[in-house]
């Protein structure tokens, strides 16, 4: 395909998390991809010293839904068949996901590496990186909803990595027949996922990577590797369990039956590096 069609998209979102650190993250592993030849576009978001209240049950709702917007406008003027998404928090993936459902039509999937679902509402959580996966079914929120003009059907997302759902991700994946895979089911090639594409005809694939579906042991930079005082409990939050290499290698079996349309990589939350770069403001001749 033309070079021409592709866009990387840098979108530092951080309100649909309610974390500034994930701007931080964008920035970060959008200095470490390998270079383009594609246009490379960054999406403007809110300066990370304001802080936002709940809105109609979604932290921050005006200002995601203007950046959503800002997004949804870069992207129509490139008008790509293909993009390359760094993102902060999840909902980053919303806008670009939705465009790449309207390109390819019936032919397009979902598939979904994450130790979460993203398929809360308000009712259940306020903030909207929760959301993103419902919404792009079709499901959850008017807001999100609306931006998605050709919503996915549930039997063309696969969720691969999810352990650990609460009762309302249980009867949602339940009542949409939604395909998964265990990071158990991940590790051991037993996914499902090239039989998958291939019966439900799926020629063009966008596939999400939620780094936070990794081994914190392993791999620190996400949410669960996070050791300030600041930092919430984890009780029974599912944490991931999987490994760059598990990654790569279903990433890799999807690729041999589909053409990848879009990748999007979130959360990367470099929690050593954030660390190193306050330490720096406090030390002196670095001091400001």
Same mark, same amino acid.
């Given at each position: 395909m033309n070079a021409k069609s592709d866009l990387r998209l840098i979108f530092p979102l951080w309100l649909g998390g309610n974390l500034p650190a994930y701007e931080f993250g964008a920035d970060m592993l959008a200095w470490l991809a390998?270079?383009?030849?594609?246009?490379? !576009?960054?999406?403007?978001?809110?300066? !990370?010293? /304001?802080?936002?209240? *709940?809105? =109609?049950? *979604?932290?921050?709702r005006g200002e995601i839904l203007t950046e959503l917007d800002s997004a949804r406008r870069l992207i129509q003027q490139h008008d790509p068949d293909r993009m390359a998404v760094i993102g902060g928090d999840c909902l980053a993936d919303l806008e670009p996901f #939705?465009?790449?459902? /309207?390109?390819?039509? @019936?032919?397009?999937? *979902?598939?979904? *590496?994450? %130790? +979460?679902?993203? !398929?809360?509402?308000? &009712?259940?959580?306020? =903030?909207? +990186? #929760? +959301? !993103?996966?419902? #919404?792009?079914?079709?499901?959850?929120?008017?807001?999100?909803? /609306?931006?998605?003009? =050709?919503?996915?059907?549930?039997?063309?997302v696969f969720i691969a990595g999810i352990h650990g759902e609460n009762d309302y991700e249980q009867r949602f994946l339940k009542k949409h027949k939604i395909r998964t895979a265990s990071p158990e089911q991940v590790q051991s090639s037993q996914t499902g996922i090239k039989e998958w594409i291939k019966q439900e005809n799926i020629t063009h694939l966008a596939i999400h990577f939620d780094l936070d579906v990794l081994d914190y042991h392993k791999?620190? &930079?996400?949410?669960?590797?996070? %050791? @300030?005082?600041? #930092?919430?409990?984890? @009780?029974?939050?599912?944490?991931g369990k999987l490994e760059l290499e598990d990654v790569l290698r279903i990433v890799g079996e999807a690729e041999e039956v589909a053409d990848i349309v879009g990748l999007g990589i979130t959360e990367h939350l470099p929690w050593d590096a954030i660390n190193l770069r306050n330490a720096l403001t406090k030390l002196p001749l670095f001091r400001s």
């Open positions: 390998p270079e383009t030849s594609s246009p490379v !576009v960054r999406v403007p978001v809110a300066p !990370v010293s /304001q802080t936002f209240e *709940i809105e =109609n049950g *979604i932290r921050a #939705a465009w790449l459902s /309207q390109k390819w039509g @019936d032919g397009f999937g *979902i598939l979904w *590496i994450d %130790t +979460h679902p993203d !398929v809360m509402t308000p &009712a259940e959580y306020e =903030n909207a +990186h #929760a +959301h !993103v996966l419902g #919404a792009l079914m079709g499901s959850g929120d008017p807001d999100l909803v /609306q931006r998605v003009s =050709n919503p996915v059907p549930a039997s063309k791999f620190r &930079a996400v949410m669960f590797a996070r %050791t @300030d005082s600041d #930092a919430p409990s984890w @009780d029974g939050v599912a944490k």
